[in-house]
């Protein structure tokens, strides 16, 4: 069982959005959209009690309306089909389980299954005596339904779901009243069944040191300590010193206590006839306690308690304790689901050890044996996998809305069927190119208010340098991010992968018209064979140059506009495009570039003319205005996300 998608509704900042859950579920957006409070959310649905209070302000409208999350279960088991009972649709993987909690405070929660209509008056009570008049009721005036005599509430309840378990074409869709799931009333269901942990930004170590469901080291011991030998020990230990307690009882009481029963006897028969009085000592029962671990922290030969520790070494206690559990964890001992949720993974951590967390959480939901779901909130690309792209939720707030209203929160997804579509006709085998797109820089961009996607190093340096000197075309203070995507054919999947997250991209690419006439140059003929080599050579290059200019036309009209096999250079309002590369530009438009090159590569001991450190150190330094096409194609990409470029200009760098 897992949690396939949450429906949240005036909780906060949230008031109406879905958001869908895979085995690694990332939400990622600017500060304050309610990424975090999806997780919260959660938390109250799943761990919430009456005594959980949600103050007026929690709620997106104050005081009206209820505040309600639905979260749907899929991948259920048959075991899980028992434990719901008949809160799940007759033989469904599915499950909608809603909580309520009104104005007034009070709470609810309900269950979307599959029920025959006649039984819901009977379900309806919650009294035995009223359920047991309406079930004889339904008997008595449709006896075609054959149901059962019953003496019990149990044996009503059991009645009904065996008759609808017999009857699923008769069952209509019906929302089912649940008290018991999440210790409401009675013993909790899910506990056990499927928890879900919530490690906060402000974590607090001593609680979630504890042993216990709630807390994650418990629920980290409940998987990789089997208690069960020495449990029953315990209760054999237990057993036996009840046995003991009539021997010691009978040694140190018996004859004071029949020495007072006779007395209180006698005293009593003063007053009436035939009674006597009897003392004896009260049995007490012995339960045996469940073991339980503590943790704490030793240093320098010093035992000290985790929450002693400071903030890095508490989240790299969190970090070890899950990679002890991916490698060693056994399912069987707690067998039940669990959702791990963790607000702000990448907190007081290393780079070094936010890569080694992220990859140990993805261990752990990627195998099926742990039945372990992750989710969490973040601002660290560290923790976004861009091939798996889809795992990924942006999380956005348009502060436009009515007067009154709470600004609208969306929650966008991509798949990876979203992005083929977008690109059929432009670009085929998606998949396939998924893993080298993992190796770029596109998850940086998925933070950005925008993107400027480039084919190569060269073109980033130079946007970068140059986007650093002016704040009218500064990139970095309006949140767009320039990201090197490795090539042509990936800008096609980069811009696909963005635009379904709702991240504006602009894109810059090279027309690469002097393609034939560089690699002519750069041909170093075989002499020995020298009409073969010829051969292969232009069949090659009529092909590279054939590809070329496919990939120039289908760029062009999948940005919207007229194919062509070599663009101009220029830079319109979504795109910019050489003619050829970036470097003809430099070299002939760029009053001293080629200066200036020179001496940032002698200064920092570059060897390489084409070096993404040298061209970025020389767009910084120079002194010279750029040519006019990089003006515009800063000031459009800016554009994307600012609607007019400040007013005043700092000065160059």
Same mark, same amino acid.
């Given at each position: 069982?897992?949690?396939?998608?949450?429906?949240?509704?005036?909780?906060?900042?949230?008031?109406?959005?879905?958001?869908?859950?895979?085995?690694? !579920? %990332?939400?990622?957006?600017?500060?304050?959209?309610?990424?975090?409070?999806?997780?919260?959310?959660?938390?109250? =649905?799943?761990?919430?009690?009456?005594?959980?209070?949600?103050?007026?302000?929690?709620? !997106?409208?104050?005081?009206?309306?209820?505040?309600?999350?639905?979260?749907?279960?899929?991948?259920?088991?048959?075991?899980?089909?028992?434990?719901?009972?008949?809160?799940?649709?007759?033989?469904?993987?599915?499950?909608?389980?809603?909580?309520?909690?009104?104005?007034?405070?009070?709470?609810?929660?309900?269950?979307?299954?599959?029920?025959?209509?006649a039984f819901a008056a009977i379900r309806e009570?919650?009294?035995?005596?009223?359920?047991?008049?309406?079930?004889?009721?339904?008997?008595?005036?449709?006896?075609e339904l054959e149901l059962p005599a019953v003496?019990?509430?149990?044996?009503?309840?059991?009645?009904?779901?065996?008759?609808?378990?017999?009857?699923?074409?008769?069952?209509?869709?019906?929302?089912?009243?649940?008290?018991?799931?999440?210790?409401?009333?009675?013993?909790?269901?899910?506990?056990?069944?499927?928890?879900?942990?919530?490690?906060?930004?402000?974590?607090?170590?001593?609680?979630?040191?504890?042993?216990?469901? %709630?807390?994650?080291?418990?629920?980290?011991?409940?998987?990789?300590?089997?208690?069960?030998?020495?449990?029953?020990?315990?209760?054999?230990?237990?057993?036996?010193?009840?046995?003991?307690?009539?021997?010691?009882?009978?040694?140190?009481?018996?004859?004071?206590?029949?020495?007072?029963?006779?007395?209180?006897?006698?005293?009593?028969?003063?007053?009436?006839?035939?009674?006597?009085?009897?003392?004896?000592?009260?049995?007490?029962?012995?339960?045996?306690?469940? !073991?339980?671990?503590?943790?704490? /922290?030793?240093?320098?030969? /010093?035992?000290?308690?985790?929450?002693?520790?400071?903030?890095? =070494?508490?989240?790299?206690?969190?970090?070890?304790?899950?990679?002890?559990?991916?490698?060693?964890?056994?399912?069987?001992?707690?067998?039940?689901?669990?959702?791990?949720?963790?607000?702000?993974?990448?907190?007081?951590?290393?780079?070094?050890?936010?890569?080694? =967390?992220?990859?140990?959480?993805?261990?752990?939901?990627?195998?099926?044996?742990?039945?372990?779901?992750?989710?969490?909130?973040?601002?660290?690309?560290?923790?976004?996998?861009?091939?798996?792209?889809?795992?990924?939720?942006?999380?956005?707030?348009?502060?436009? #809305?009515?007067? +009154?209203?709470?600004?609208?929160?969306?929650?966008?997804?991509?798949?990876?069927?979203?992005?083929?579509?977008?690109?059929?006709?432009?670009?085929?085998?998606?998949?396939?190119?998924?893993?080298?797109?993992?190796?770029?820089?596109?998850?940086?961009?998925?933070? #950005?208010?925008?993107?400027?996607?480039?084919?190569?190093?060269?073109?980033?340096?130079?946007?970068? +340098?140059?986007?650093?000197?002016?704040?009218?075309?500064?990139?970095?203070?309006?949140?767009? %991010?320039?990201?090197?995507?490795? +090539?042509?054919?990936?800008?096609?999947?980069?811009?696909?992968?963005?635009?379904?997250?709702?991240?504006?991209?602009?894109?810059?690419?090279? +027309?690469?018209?002097?393609?034939?006439?560089?690699?002519?140059?750069?041909?170093?003929?075989?002499?020995?064979?020298?009409?073969?080599? !010829?051969?292969?050579?232009?069949?090659?290059?009529?092909?590279?140059?054939?590809?070329?200019?496919?990939?120039?036309?289908?760029?062009?009209?999948?940005?919207?506009? %007229?194919?062509?096999?070599?663009?101009?250079?220029?830079?319109?309002?979504?795109?910019?495009? =050489?003619?050829?590369?970036?470097?003809?530009?430099?070299?002939?438009?760029?009053?001293?570039?080629?200066?200036?090159?020179?001496?940032?590569?002698?200064?920092?001991?570059?060897?390489?003319?084409?070096?993404?450190?040298?061209?970025?150190?020389?767009?910084?330094?120079?002194?010279?205005?750029?040519?006019?096409?990089?003006?515009?194609?800063?000031?459009?990409?800016?554009?994307?996300?600012?609607?007019?470029?400040?007013?005043?200009?700092?000065?160059?760098?």
């Amino acid at each position: 069982m897992r949690i396939s998608r949450v429906w949240i509704k005036n909780f906060r900042c949230l008031a109406d959005v879905e958001v869908r859950f895979d085995e690694v !579920t %990332t939400l990622i957006g600017p500060n304050g959209v309610g990424k975090s409070t999806v997780l919260r959310a959660l938390d109250w =649905f799943f761990n919430g009690s009456k005594s959980d209070v949600l103050l007026d302000e929690d709620r !997106t409208r104050g005081v009206e309306g209820n505040v309600a999350v639905g979260v749907e279960f899929d991948r259920l088991t048959e075991a899980d089909r028992e434990e719901f009972g008949k809160h799940v649709p007759v033989q469904s993987e599915r499950c909608v389980i809603w909580k309520f909690r009104r104005p007034d405070g009070t709470e609810m929660m309900s269950a979307n299954a599959r029920a025959f209509p006649a039984f819901a008056a009977i379900r309806e009570v919650t009294g035995a005596t009223e359920m047991r008049a309406r079930y004889q009721q339904l008997r008595v005036e449709s006896p075609e339904l054959e149901l059962p005599a019953v003496k019990s509430k149990p044996e009503v309840e059991a009645a009904l779901k065996a008759w609808e378990l017999d009857n699923p074409d008769r069952l209509d869709d019906a929302d089912v009243a649940v008290t018991n799931l999440f210790g409401f009333n009675g013993q909790a269901k899910m506990s056990g069944l499927f928890d879900y942990v919530f490690v906060s930004a402000d974590m607090r170590a001593e609680e979630e040191a504890k042993d216990g469901r %709630t807390a994650l080291i418990g629920r980290i011991l409940e998987r990789t300590v089997d208690r069960a030998a020495a449990d029953e020990d315990i209760s054999v230990l237990a057993a036996d010193v009840e046995a003991k307690q009539d021997e010691i009882f009978a040694r140190n009481f018996a004859e004071q206590l029949r020495t007072l029963s006779t007395s209180l006897s006698e005293a009593v028969g003063q007053y009436t006839v035939g009674r006597a009085v009897k003392v004896q000592a009260t049995k007490q029962e012995i339960k045996p306690p469940r !073991t339980q671990f503590s943790l704490s /922290i030793s240093d320098s030969s /010093i035992d000290t308690p985790v929450g002693k520790q400071g903030h890095g =070494f508490q989240r790299t206690l969190l970090i070890a304790a899950l990679q002890l559990l991916a490698k060693h964890g056994n399912a069987e001992r707690g067998s039940g689901a669990i959702c791990l949720a963790i607000e702000e993974p990448e907190l007081f951590q290393h780079p070094v050890q936010a890569r080694t =967390f992220a990859s140990v959480l993805r261990t752990l939901a990627e195998d099926e044996a742990q039945n372990i779901q992750v989710a969490y909130a973040t601002h660290s690309p560290h923790f976004i996998d861009p091939s798996r792209f889809e795992q990924v939720r942006r999380v956005t707030r348009d502060p436009k #809305s009515e007067k +009154g209203c709470a600004p609208t929160v969306t929650v966008r997804s991509a798949s990876v069927e979203s992005v083929e579509k977008r690109l059929v006709g432009y670009f085929d085998n998606v998949r396939n190119r998924l893993p080298a797109i993992a190796e770029t820089t596109l998850a940086e961009a998925l933070f #950005s208010s925008g993107a400027v996607l480039v084919e190569g190093s060269s073109d980033k340096a130079v946007i970068a +340098g140059l986007a650093e000197k002016s704040a009218k075309t500064s990139l970095l203070n309006c949140g767009v %991010t320039v990201v090197d995507v490795n +090539g042509k054919s990936n800008l096609f999947i980069g811009h696909a992968i963005l635009a379904e997250l709702g991240v504006p991209c602009y894109v810059l690419f090279d +027309g690469d018209s002097g393609l034939e006439d560089r690699k002519r140059c750069n041909a170093k003929p075989d002499e020995k064979d020298l009409e073969a080599w !010829t051969r292969k050579f232009e069949a090659d290059l009529a092909r590279d140059l054939a590809k070329n200019t496919k990939d120039n036309r289908n760029l062009l009209q999948y940005l919207g506009t %007229t194919p062509s096999d070599y663009p101009e250079t220029h830079a319109h309002a979504s795109y910019a495009a =050489f003619a050829d590369t970036i470097e003809p530009l430099l070299d002939a438009e760029w009053p001293g570039w080629r200066e200036k090159l020179s001496e940032v590569m002698k200064d920092n001991l570059i060897a390489s003319k084409k070096n993404a450190l040298a061209y970025l150190l020389t767009a910084r330094q120079i002194a010279s205005e750029p040519p006019e096409f990089f003006t515009a194609l800063l000031r459009n990409a800016r554009n994307m996300v600012v609607s007019e470029p400040p007013a005043e200009e700092n000065p160059a760098a």
